[in-house]
């Protein structure tokens, strides 16, 4: 425990070495969540709707996909950036270090600034809540708190399997790329204005609409047409599984990297 | 088989990687072949806890290969070593406690942040005590001439201090063995002397034990009475430094220079000569040939002006050695 936070520490300390940029960063963060926003904004209040939703109940989607994805990127930047871990030889020292891999390299890069970004997430969650008039039970809490949780499970396991291909071909994460960039901007909007092989894509293959777009659907009270309760039951357990699975591929890349220590 | 004694062995210890040829074609993927490289073959040795082992050899012999198995970087791809009983790459985590690393090109503190700040971190990944840590730190910084130093980030350090800041580093956790890849490499002579001095009573206060690749012949001399010499991925020699050197005769050098030009008879067998910058040099090996007989040979040939016996290379005998053993 005392290893994460002094780690956590060092990476904004590190960071504060170069102050300007230090302090572009982070403003440049807020301003690119915001600017995703104020685009929202812009497109809602020009059309009103987007498919069967209104312009508030996207506004909830976005929310709760702009929360998920930035802490994902707070705990899982290390995991993007891997290649250049392997191209440099610096996994090497990770497995000469007494801690957990993944738990080494999530420290390494983990950066909390970037949950700064969850504010304006959460601040759209916020408004449209109120101005839809949603009645929150602890019950409804929960399930959105897990959504979001299995949420960050999926994309870090997105993450994860960039990771792990790097340990087989250094170039070809551009594909996985589409998963998780994509993913993030593909899924801040409701998953049932896309055509049905995206949906399919990211709900069965990378299920993030699984885990977020079941759930939110049904809290803001206009559940998808193929929705079950059953589904709600699915929601919470489907990333931490994705997650595992995504492990197994991770493992494979190491016990490659360690038969051919290249 | 349980082997409790502090000791590193391994046996039979092999590696052989596969390496796929680039192919034909636009990806390059239709016609690969996939190539054998054998880094390491059947290499079997014993190394007690508080020896100072040195392991030398060409480049591409397999000494990082052997390096990495023993680290737990690598998994063998036949025999086994164990380190005090831990497997390597099985054991991982319980192994690389006890293990401090210098790999000289690799930096293992972090780049931007005061190395106070790399240090302290490290007593966290390693979950040093505090009292533990903050005396062993004062320690290691006064042995190593670090006290100025600590509020400076890594990246401002000279190539010098960096490597004394790295020893720190890697002795933190007072590992029970030490490997070093080439840590004098590029250092003037004087941090060469703190290295070696801060090793030396490491490993005699501690027993830390210390395997240490180089190409450093005042290292080996320096720091090993027992050396290992890898070519073609097997162990060539394991033993005694001195018997080595011994038994790869020195070369000696005797430089002449004579007013007018000297006139050498038939040279005997063993004796070769050559002229450089005005000056004769005589090259014979002490073994097969009486010193006595070539200076009779130098005082005959002229008259005499200077004369100077050069120190054996012994990274020529080393060069020597090498083609010698592995051909």
């Known amino acids: 425990m005392r290893y994460i936070f002094h780690a956590v520490r060092m990476n904004l300390r590190a960071a504060a070495q170069y102050r300007a940029s230090f302090l572009m960063q982070s403003v440049a963060q807020l ?29 909830f989607f976005f929310g709760a996909m702009q929360i ?40 390494n890069a983990c950066d909390p600034r970037r949950v700064g970004t969850v504010a304006v997430g959460a601040a759209a969650l916020i408004v449209s809540s109120l101005r839809l008039g949603l009645v929150w039970t602890p019950g409804r809490l929960l399930l959105l708190a897990l959504s979001i949780a299995g949420t960050v ?49 990211f709900t069965w293959v990378a299920p993030i609409v699984l885990c977020l777009h079941y759930p939110v659907s049904w809290l803001v009270g206009k559940p998808m047409a193929d929705f079950s309760p059953f589904l709600l039951w699915l929601c919470p357990v489907a990333g931490p599984a994705f997650f595992a699975l995504m492990t197994l591929a991770w493992r494979a890349g190491v016990r490659r990297y360690r038969g051919t220590g290249s | 088989m349980t082997q409790t004694a502090a000791a590193m062995t391994a046996e039979h210890l092999s590696k052989t990687y596969i390496r796929r040829t680039r192919g034909r074609g636009i990806l390059g993927l239709t016609g690969r072949e996939a190539v054998q490289v054998k880094a390491l073959q059947d290499v079997s040795f014993r190394m ?12 591409g012999a397999g000494k990082s290969t052997m390096v990495k198995l023993l680290t737990g970087i690598l ?21 690389v406690r006890r293990l401090g690393t210098v790999f000289g090109q690799r930096t293992q ?17 390693y979950a040093l005590r505090e009292d533990r840590w903050r005396r062993r730190l004062g320690e290691l910084t006064d042995a190593l001439d670090l006290g100025e130093l ?75 009475r027992r050396v290992m010499v890898l070519g073609h991925g097997r162990l ?10 011994q038994r790869y005769d020195r070369e000696h050098t005797l430089r002449c220079v004579f007013s007018g030009t000297p006139r050498f008879g038939s040279l005997p067998q063993g004796v070769a000569l050559r002229q450089e910058e005005g000056a004769w040099l005589l090259t014979f090996l002490p073994g097969q040939i009486p010193v006595r007989e070539v200076l009779q040979l130098v005082l005959a040939a002229g008259e005499l002006r200077e004369m100077t016996l050069r120190e054996m290379n012994v990274d020529r005998m080393i060069a020597g050695m090498y083609a010698e053993m592995s051909l």
């Open chain 1, 153 to 201: 499970c999926t994309m870090a396991a997105l993450f994860l399997l960039e990771a792990a291909f790097c340990f087989f071909s250094v170039q070809s994460v551009e594909l996985i790329n589409m998963l998780t960039y994509g993913g993030r901007q593909v899924c801040q909007y409701p998953a049932d204005i896309y055509p049905a092989p995206l949906q399919l894509l």
């Open chain 1, 31 to 59: 301003v690119m969540t915001g600017c995703d926003l104020i685009a929202l904004l812009v497109l809602i209040d020009r059309f009103r709707h987007m498919g069967r939703w209104e312009g508030t109940e996207v506004m």
């Open chain 1, 68 to 107: 998920a994805f930035a802490l994902t990127e707070c705990f899982g930047r290390g995991l993007t950036t891997f290649s250049s871990v392997i191209r440099k030889g610096n996994f090497d020292t990770l497995l000469l270090r007494p801690r957990p891999l993944l738990l080494q390299l999530s420290l």
């Open chain 2, 75 to 95: 998994t063998p791809t036949g025999g086994s070593c164990t380190v005090d009983g831990l497997i390597p790459w099985k054991d991982r985590r319980a192994h």
């Open chain 2, 48 to 59: 007690e806890a508080g020896e100072i082992v040195g392991l030398i050899g060409p480049n």
């Open chain 2, 236 to 245: 060539l020699y394991d033993g005694g430094l001195q018997e080595l050197l």
């Open chain 2, 109 to 125: 503190l972090w780049w931007d942040v005061p190395i106070r700040d790399s240090y302290a971190l490290l007593r966290d990944i």
């Open chain 2, 150 to 224: 600590l509020d400076a980030p890594l990246r401002q350090l000279s190539l010098g201090q960096r490597m004394r800041a790295e020893l720190c580093g890697s002795l933190l956790h007072e590992p029970a063995w030490l490997f070093l890849d080439e840590p004098t490499i590029g250092l003037d002579a004087v941090s060469k002397l703190k290295l070696r001095d801060v090793l030396r009573e490491e490993n005699r206060t501690r027993g830390t034990g210390i395997l240490l690749t180089t190409h450093d012949m005042d290292d080996m001399l320096a720091l090993c």
